[in-house]
């Protein structure tokens, strides 16, 4: 062909298949492919399958080659592109733009994107008296709103969540349908003609006021000191007025919790301020979608009860995630409590009979509503450490989104998890998924609750488990159920799930150092291990340090006991001499019981050797009177943080010991004895264990370097949650040459033991290596 001189050229027409994979749905993905492809004169079509998103787009190959760079160089908010398949096809003679109806599939890769917060467009029409959703609770759209929480299957789909029993109204389907509305394919779009609604009722459910007045009656209890529960999106909260010390009383009295910290809800971020210490970084995770609540440090001049987190000198924070608790902050009370409605250790309570079942006793009324719950959702609880978040519980705004691992694409792998602070993780195609916070198992609820939960996210990643990582503790209800399930089970010793995690997280695949400091955990020896120096991946790992042993007396009763501890301790220390000590401190109050204790450590009876961290820092804190009982785990351990922080000066740290394959706290407690003797600050004895702890450490890492010549080292275990020790341990180790790694996308307490867990079951699964993790040679 002869081209002729100045003669226009016709640019190629061509057709792409796009195939996406990804948090892709109930995100606004379709009408931004729709705008994306009308900008551009493009015709073809868009739907979403069970895989994902697919994209039919024909077109001049200028245009379709920049619509399928902006697909995936600018999504919308709420999505993240994490595969795109991109097949190039004949034209089709597509006329026209349009989006499909979903389609099922056999293989289901789609991620349902998080529950939301309240995004700012949808907060303006809520309190604007012109807009048709004025103090509507459920207004969203597809930049905010439920998701998890309300789907029952995919493809995601109006008929497949919660909605499904309430149909659109013609105002609403004409906006669902319109493909440049902001509320198209929203599927929990709603108004107060067609959608959900709410009501105050009595604890038997008889209702207390007309639909409209339910606002201001809720207000008038609150501000009279009840307690109400109230219905939102993962489940019930127990709300009172956080000012409100003898409401507050009233509540910890009726829900037996005597002193777990308690989280409050603020009206806007004035408000937190007033109360709290707030830096840019807690502003942005108190503002983002995901809405954690963020631990905060207290101002001088807060007024609120101590009551809220006693001994502590932080308060968990939150601000309002929907458009219900919009309302309800936007009254006369601008600081309410907000604490997860659960009887003892069982689950959250989600629905309505069981709010009237469940929660007799503990609340005055009921704020609920007629949109079912299928999924419970806790919220999630977050920290700023230096420059860190560090994830307490990850749920609300994190679940169920994924992030990538170093796993191959060929298998699926779960880790079963815990048995304090339980969630479950699957691995699939170098994804991890981690479930919601499950919390303790030991209820025959939470077991219910643990098998649905792993139902639905089976069911949402499409696809069942061929290997299960499962904790060797012979007493874990995790590990029996997982060993229940029809695949290769796989028992992980608990450090070592630990160290796994903690690199799975990093997206290292080792062999790495890792200080694990916990609580307990059961060590290959039969031991309760809790102060740990291992070198590692994702097959084995080899155990080169830890804290010294020392009896556990009566057991897991000691936990709830520091002082017991604390005794165990000084006669393991001092002998003599420390019972001698042990008598003059705790005699007075608890003779009988020091008694058996003593008799307990002199025969060894019921008290298993231990070498856990936690417990030494449980020994500190009834040492120095702050915590000689503990009304929740890690209580001990916490208050002698915030102890610690009230030191301003530059105080020194306590000496410790390493010597072969064990750190000896011996030298650091004899200081710390002197100082209490000579009458010297709590607060500056507190600090000084902490540098204590973080030097010892960082020897026993330095040792171990020696010998197993590893640059990295990471920092995984409950006791990590201590921001003072692990910025210092960090601190040091970054002195030394190390690559600190620190958890980021899972919690570094036992919320995050199911990564590790599967792993390990998932590498030593497909390396065909036999049997049980163990400690290596």
């Given at each position: 062909?002869?081209?002729?001189?100045?003669?226009?050229?016709?640019?190629?027409?061509?057709?792409?298949?796009?195939?996406?994979?990804?948090?892709?749905?109930?995100?606004?993905?379709?009408?931004?492919?729709?705008?994306?492809?009308?900008?551009?004169?493009?015709?073809?079509?868009?739907?979403?399958?069970?895989?994902?998103?697919?994209?039919?787009?024909?077109?001049?190959?200028?245009?379709?080659?920049?619509?399928?760079?902006?697909?995936?160089?600018?999504?919308?908010?709420?999505?993240?592109?994490?595969?795109?398949?991109?097949?190039?096809?004949?034209?089709?003679?597509?006329?026209?733009?349009?989006?499909?109806?979903?389609?099922?599939?056999?293989?289901?890769?789609?991620?349902?994107?998080?529950?939301?917060?309240?995004?700012?467009?949808?907060?303006?029409?809520?309190?604007?008296?012109?807009?048709?959703?004025?103090?509507?609770?459920?207004?969203?759209?597809?930049?905010?709103?439920?998701?998890?929480?309300?789907?029952?299957?995919?493809?995601?789909?109006?008929?497949?969540?919660?909605?499904?029993?309430?149909?659109?109204?013609?105002?609403?389907?004409?906006?669902?349908?319109?493909?440049?509305?902001?509320?198209?394919?929203?599927?929990?779009?709603?108004?107060?003609?067609?959608?959900?609604?709410?009501?105050?009722?009595?604890?038997?459910?008889?209702?207390?006021?007309?639909?409209?007045?339910?606002?201001?009656?809720?207000?008038?209890?609150?501000?009279?000191?009840?307690?109400?529960?109230?219905?939102?999106?993962?489940?019930?909260?127990?709300?009172?007025?956080?000012?409100?010390?003898t409401a507050v009383a009233g509540l910890r009295r009726r829900k037996e919790r005597e002193a777990k910290p308690l989280a409050v809800m603020c009206r806007d971020l004035e408000v937190v301020r007033r109360h709290c210490r707030v830096g840019p970084a807690e502003v942005e995770l108190l503002t983002s979608p995901k809405a954690p609540i963020v631990i905060l440090d207290r101002r001088p001049d807060c007024l609120l009860p101590e009551a809220l987190s006693p001994g502590l000198d932080s308060l968990g924070v939150m601000l309002p995630y929907t458009p219900l608790h919009l309302l309800i902050m936007n009254g006369p009370l601008d600081v309410l409590v907000m604490t997860s409605a659960n009887p003892g250790d069982l689950p959250m309570v989600k629905d309505n009979h069981e709010a009237l079942e469940r929660l007799q006793g503990m609340a005055d009324a009921v704020l609920w509503h007629d949109r079912d719950i299928p999924w419970r959702c806790d919220d999630s609880l977050v920290r700023v450490a230096g420059r860190e978040t560090l994830l307490f519980r990850r749920s609300r705004g994190y679940v169920p989104s994924s992030f990538p691992v170093p796993a191959g694409k060929e298998g699926v792998a779960l880790g079963a998890g815990g048995e304090m602070?339980?969630?479950?993780?699957?691995?699939?195609?170098?994804?991890?998924?981690?479930?919601?916070?499950?919390?303790?198992?030991?209820?025959?609820?939470?077991?219910?609750?643990?098998?649905?939960?792993?139902?639905?996210?089976?069911?949402?990643?499409?696809?069942?488990?061929?290997?299960?990582?499962?904790?060797?503790?012979?007493?874990?209800?995790?590990?029996?159920?997982?060993?229940?399930?029809?695949?290769?089970?796989?028992?992980?010793?608990?450090?070592?799930?630990?160290?796994?995690?903690?690199?799975?997280?990093?997206?290292?695949?080792?062999?790495?150092?890792?200080?694990?400091?916990?609580?307990?955990?059961?060590?290959?020896?039969?031991?309760?291990?809790?102060?740990?120096?291992?070198?590692?991946?994702?097959?084995?790992?080899?155990?080169?340090?830890?804290?010294?042993?020392?009896?556990?007396?009566?057991?897991?009763?000691?936990?709830?006991?520091?002082?017991?501890?604390?005794?165990?301790y000084l006669h393991g220390c001092l002998g003599e001499e420390g019972m001698a000590r042990a008598r003059r401190m705790f005699g007075s109050l608890w003779a009988e019981e020091l008694a058996v204790v003593e008799r307990m450590l002199a025969t060894g009876f019921n008290s298993p050797l231990t070498s856990s961290a936690g417990r030494l820092f449980d020994a500190v804190a009834a040492l120095l009177g702050i915590c000689p009982v503990a009304g929740y785990e890690g209580e001990a351990a916490a208050r002698l943080e915030a102890l610690a922080r009230r030191d301003g000066g530059t105080a020194g740290r306590y000496p410790s010991r390493v010597s072969g394959e064990e750190m000896d706290p011996g030298p650091l407690l004899m200081a710390l004895l002197e100082d209490l003797d000579r009458g010297r600050d709590p607060a500056l004895i507190a600090r000084r264990f902490h540098l204590g702890v973080a030097a010892m450490v960082t020897a026993a890492v330095e040792r171990a370097a020696e010998a197993a010549g590893l640059p990295e080292v990471a920092l995984s275990g409950g006791v990590w949650q201590n921001s003072l020790l692990l910025e210092t341990a960090a601190r040091l180790l970054k002195k030394k040459g190390f690559r600190v790694l620190r958890h980021r996308e899972t919690p570094t307490n036992d919320g995050g033991l199911a990564l590790g867990q599967a792993m390990v079951a998932y590498w030593r699964w497909r390396q065909g290596v036999p049997g049980n993790t163990h400690e290596g040679d």
């Open positions: 062909m002869v081209r002729l001189a100045g003669a226009a050229v016709s640019p190629q027409r061509i057709r792409y298949r796009l195939s996406l994979r990804g948090t892709v749905q109930g995100v606004g993905f379709r009408p931004f492919v729709y705008r994306l492809a009308g900008e551009r004169g493009l015709t073809g079509w868009v739907e979403n399958s069970s895989g994902g998103l697919v994209v039919e787009v024909e077109g001049e190959e200028p245009a379709v080659e920049d619509f399928s760079r902006e697909l995936v160089s600018r999504p919308p908010g709420l999505a993240r592109v994490e595969e795109v398949r991109r097949e190039l096809l004949p034209p089709a003679g597509y006329t026209e733009f349009r989006i499909c109806a979903s389609r099922e599939e056999e293989r289901r890769e789609a991620a349902i994107p998080p529950d939301t917060a309240t995004c700012p467009d949808c907060r303006r029409e809520v309190l604007d008296p012109r807009d048709r959703h004025y103090l509507y609770p459920f207004t969203n759209c597809t930049r905010c709103g439920p998701r998890y929480t309300i789907v029952r299957e995919l493809p995601y789909d109006r008929e497949r969540t919660a909605m499904k029993p309430f149909p659109l109204c013609p105002d609403c389907a004409r906006e669902f349908h319109d493909p440049l509305d902001r509320r198209f394919h929203a599927q929990p779009v709603a108004c107060p003609s067609c959608g959900p609604r709410v009501e105050l009722v009595d604890m038997t459910g008889k209702r207390l006021t007309a639909n409209a007045g339910w606002l201001e009656a809720l207000w008038q209890r609150l501000q009279a000191g009840q307690v109400v529960a109230i219905k939102g999106l993962g489940g019930f909260h127990l709300a009172c007025n956080a000012a409100d010390a602070k339980n969630a479950f993780c699957l691995v699939k195609n170098g994804r991890a998924y981690l479930s919601p916070h499950i919390g303790e198992m030991g209820s025959l609820e939470t077991q219910e609750s643990y098998r649905d939960s792993l139902a639905h996210l089976q069911d949402l990643v499409g696809a069942a488990p061929q290997v299960v990582g499962y904790d060797l503790h012979p007493g874990y209800h995790s590990s029996r159920l997982a060993r229940s399930l029809p695949a290769v089970a796989v028992g992980v010793q608990h450090h070592h799930a630990h160290l796994a995690s903690c690199l799975a997280d990093n997206g290292c695949r080792g062999p790495a150092l890792g200080a694990v400091l916990d609580g307990t955990g059961y060590g290959s020896d039969g031991r309760l291990w809790g102060c740990e120096i291992l070198s590692g991946d994702f097959l084995d790992f080899q155990r080169h340090c830890h804290l010294r042993y020392l009896p556990l007396p009566g057991g897991e009763v000691s936990v709830k006991r520091p002082w017991r501890m604390a005794v165990a």
